[in-house]
């Protein structure tokens, strides 16, 4: 997050973080609200339309800029293809790579540092099930952009 907001500032970019437009979603006191909530919390993929329609709304109230930087998205091939489907084409995709310990690390320092306050899911076992699924899920959706040359 920290690094796609400096490079959005430098670039011109607008820049999104999927995850914050969920958490935000998530504090709704309704269906959505505690299921997205419970699927952050099990480490799972929230369903596409979702994601995909908070992106949009995000996107399309955005006036100083076409270009974006959406962090932490896509989490999976299908979304990413019903992204460029229904929004817009990708036209290019940034990887930023870290040792899983490293990455846990940082996370877990993150959540002592807001008392929690900012994400439940900072845990050890929220963790366990968001690399899971980063490993089985998210990592396929880097070597269908590289065969596109993204």
């Given at each position: 997050?920290?690094?796609?907001?400096?490079?959005?500032?430098?670039?011109?970019?607008?820049h999104y973080s999927?995850?914050?437009?969920?958490?935000?979603?998530?504090?709704?006191?309704?269906?959505?609200?505690?299921?997205?909530?419970?699927?952050?919390?099990?480490?799972?993929?929230?369903?596409?339309?979702?994601?995909?329609?908070?992106?949009?709304?995000?996107?399309?109230?955005?006036?100083?800029?076409?270009?974006?930087?959406?962090?932490?998205?896509?989490r999976s091939i299908?979304?990413?293809?019903?992204f460029e489907e229904?929004?817009?084409?990708?036209?290019?995709?940034?990887?930023?790579?870290?040792?899983?310990?490293?990455?846990?690390?940082?996370?877990?320092?993150?959540?002592?540092?807001?008392?929690?306050?900012?994400?439940?899911?900072?845990?050890?076992?929220?963790?366990?099930?968001?690399?899971?699924?980063?490993?089985?899920?998210?990592?396929?959706?880097?070597?269908?952009?590289?065969?596109?040359?993204?």
């Open positions: 997050g920290t690094l796609c907001e400096g490079l959005s500032e430098k670039c011109g970019f607008a999927a995850g914050d437009l969920l958490r935000q979603a998530a504090k709704a006191e309704n269906d959505q609200g505690k299921m997205l909530r419970d699927m952050m919390a099990e480490g799972k993929i929230v369903p596409s339309h979702i994601t995909i329609g908070l992106l949009k709304e995000a996107i399309e109230n955005t006036t100083e800029t076409n270009t974006f930087l959406i962090d932490g998205f896509p299908e979304q990413g293809e019903e229904t929004i817009t084409k990708c036209r290019f995709v940034i990887f930023l790579e870290a040792a899983q310990d490293i990455m846990q690390e940082r996370i877990l320092q993150r959540a002592a540092e807001t008392s929690g306050d900012v994400r439940n899911d900072d845990n050890i076992e929220s963790l366990k099930k968001r690399f899971k699924t980063h490993y089985e899920t998210c990592f396929p959706v880097i070597g269908h952009y590289m065969k596109q040359d993204k």
